[in-house]
């Protein structure tokens, strides 16, 4: 299948400024739309985790509620990638980000008057979670057209910031919040911050219209995206990692108000794991911000995959703030690192008219997999304790890197000629 022109661009960075992204006014703007949008959203993210295990004390439960978000992704990523290529991009944003706030300000409602049940935080998450499969792979594929594909792939670590600095700023804000005001001002600050984002996706000038002027039935439209990933040789490698780490690596954030109570004994202070994971994640991106324009992502990848393995083996025997807190640190700076670079590879290796449904399969491994090994884990850490639990994933993930190093020379080969070698 041909490349586009645009397409090859992103490989030739002709300046390797980290920061150079931020000369184009619709980036700018979208970034600080979604910084303050994720801000409410790890804001609430503390105090749902706190919530839900104080009404149940059950690690299940805590999955449960992740799983209800994440499984519409699983059923609905394929399909809304097709969304994304033929819909108006700034439409679906605003009509998504007003979904976000309202079921935001329902449990802000809710928790005030203490009429809120873990029934309805299940199924509030369900709701939000099939929005999402949408929103996430339009805001991501909207980066290809606020910079130019020379810039893209200076972009891209930049845009994971506001997610990634809003992990460590949004916890200890949450966590503040909610040991002074409780959790529904948690929520209340988090379904105004969808206002964030809608004003931005507004004020953009960029042209967010389809650029796919294909048509046929969408069953067709789906499953090319499919197959171009699997006949690509790099992207099909890169989406079975990603599928592996999703599922072994990164159950553990689901558990960590369980992890904080049982291993650490934080109480409301649990909050700062959140923040040492968060740390961990803006040193990854700074460190992808800055090497943007080298040629060492395959390297990267298997590197976090060890750190991975590494830091779910360590805390699974932690007991201690000292070794806990850098261990979440390593691994929030570990699945950064595989994640944003494989967005990148992801990107920079499909066609524009592709783009949309070639990125959702890179959030179909993160997001789609996912929720099958949260629940798993958090039945498994029920039954049989959350430490062996979380050493399993560890030792799996040893395996995943073994596969990571095998196959590395695929990942130099895309690098050194983002074209493609569709089989």
Same mark, same amino acid.
């Given at each position: 299948?041909?490349?586009?022109?645009?397409?090859?661009?992103?490989?030739?960075?002709?300046?390797?400024?980290?920061?150079?992204?931020?000369?184009?006014?619709?980036?700018?703007l979208?970034?600080?739309?979604?910084?303050?949008?994720?801000?409410?959203s790890?804001?609430?993210?503390?105090?749902?985790?706190?919530?839900?295990?104080?009404?149940?004390?059950?690690?299940?439960?805590?999955?449960?509620?992740?799983?209800?978000?994440m499984?519409?992704?699983?059923?609905?990523?394929?399909?809304?990638?097709?969304?994304?290529?033929?819909?108006?991009?700034?439409?679906?944003?605003?009509?998504?980000?007003?979904?976000?706030?309202?079921?935001?300000?329902?449990?802000?409602?809710?928790?005030?008057?203490?009429?809120?049940?873990?029934?309805?935080?299940?199924?509030?998450?369900?709701?939000?979670?099939?929005?999402?499969?949408?929103?996430?792979?339009?805001?991501?594929?909207?980066?290809?057209?606020?910079?130019?594909?020379?810039?893209?792939?200076?972009?891209i670590?930049?845009?994971?910031?506001?997610?990634?600095?809003?992990?460590?700023?949004g916890?200890? %804000?949450? !966590?503040? $919040?909610?040991? *002074?005001?409780?959790?529904?001002?948690c929520?209340?600050?988090? /379904? +105004? #911050? &969808?206002?964030?984002?809608?004003?931005?996706?507004?004020?953009?000038?960029?042209?967010?219209?389809?650029?796919?002027?294909?048509?046929?039935?969408?069953?067709d439209?789906?499953?090319?995206?499919?197959?171009?990933?699997?006949?690509?040789?790099?992207?099909?490698?890169?989406?079975?990692?990603?599928?592996?780490?999703?599922?072994?690596?990164?159950?553990?954030?689901?558990?960590?108000?369980?992890?904080?109570?049982?291993?650490?004994?934080?109480?409301?202070?649990?909050?700062?794991?959140?923040?040492?994971?968060?740390?961990?994640?803006?040193?990854?991106?700074?460190?992808?911000t800055?090497?943007?324009?080298?040629? %060492?992502? !395959?390297? $990267?990848?298997? *590197?976090?995959?060890?750190?991975?393995?590494?830091?779910?083996? /360590? +805390? #699974? &025997?932690?007991?201690?703030?000292?070794?806990?807190?850098?261990?979440?640190?390593?691994?929030?700076?570990?699945?950064?690192?595989?994640?944003?670079?494989?967005?990148?590879?992801?990107?920079?290796?499909?066609?524009?008219?592709l783009?949309?449904?070639?990125?959702?399969?890179?959030?179909?491994?993160?997001?789609?997999?996912?929720?099958?090994?949260?629940?798993?884990?958090?039945?498994l850490?029920?039954?049989?304790?959350?430490?062996?639990?979380?050493?399993?994933?560890?030792?799996?993930?040893?395996?995943?890197?073994?596969?990571?190093?095998?196959?590395?020379?695929?990942?130099?080969?895309?690098?050194?000629?983002?074209?493609?070698?569709?089989?």
């Open positions: 299948m041909a490349r586009s022109d645009s397409s090859l661009a992103i490989g030739r960075e002709k300046n390797p400024g980290a920061l150079r992204a931020f000369r184009h006014p619709d980036f700018r979208l970034w600080f739309g979604a910084f303050l949008s994720f801000m409410g790890w804001i609430q993210n503390v105090a749902q985790g706190y919530y839900v295990y104080q009404l149940t004390g059950s690690e299940r439960a805590l999955a449960m509620v992740s799983f209800a978000q499984i519409p992704v699983t059923i609905l990523g394929p399909i809304a990638g097709v969304l994304t290529d033929t819909l108006d991009k700034r439409k679906v944003l605003i009509a998504t980000q007003a979904i976000f706030a309202a079921g935001a300000l329902l449990l802000a409602y809710t928790a005030f008057r203490g009429i809120a049940t873990y029934g309805l935080l299940v199924g509030v998450a369900a709701v939000l979670g099939t929005v999402s499969a949408i929103e996430m792979p339009t805001r991501q594929s909207i980066i290809s057209r606020v910079v130019p594909p020379e810039d893209l792939g200076a972009a670590p930049l845009n994971a910031m506001t997610f990634n600095i809003s992990r460590i700023l916890p200890v %804000i949450g !966590g503040m $919040l909610l040991r *002074t005001m409780g959790p529904s001002a929520y209340l600050v988090n /379904g +105004l #911050s &969808f206002f964030a984002l809608i004003f931005a996706v507004m004020a953009i000038r960029s042209d967010l219209t389809s650029a796919n002027k294909e048509a046929g039935p969408i069953l439209l789906i499953l090319e995206g499919a197959r171009y990933t699997f006949r690509t040789p790099a992207l099909k490698l890169l989406f079975i990692l990603e599928c592996m780490v999703s599922v072994f690596g990164l159950f553990y954030l689901t558990q960590i108000p369980a992890i904080a109570e049982k291993f650490l004994h934080l109480g409301k202070d649990f909050f700062w794991a959140y923040f040492s994971v968060g740390v961990g994640t803006l040193s990854a991106l700074v460190l992808l800055t090497n943007s324009h080298r040629r %060492i992502k !395959g390297l $990267l990848i298997c *590197t976090a995959i060890g750190f991975i393995a590494f830091g779910l083996i /360590g +805390l #699974s &025997f932690a007991k201690s703030l000292w070794i806990a807190f850098p261990l979440f640190a390593i691994l929030g700076f570990a699945s950064v690192t595989i994640f944003n670079t494989c967005n990148t590879l992801f990107q920079t290796l499909s066609t524009d008219a783009r949309g449904r070639v990125v959702s399969m890179h959030i179909w491994a993160l997001s789609g997999i996912g929720p099958f090994g949260v629940l798993f884990f958090g039945e850490a029920e039954r049989v304790g959350l430490a062996p639990a979380i050493r399993l994933g560890g030792v799996i993930m040893i395996a995943a890197l073994a596969l990571a190093v095998w196959k590395l020379p695929i990942l130099k080969s895309a690098e050194d000629d983002p074209r493609p070698a569709v089989d």
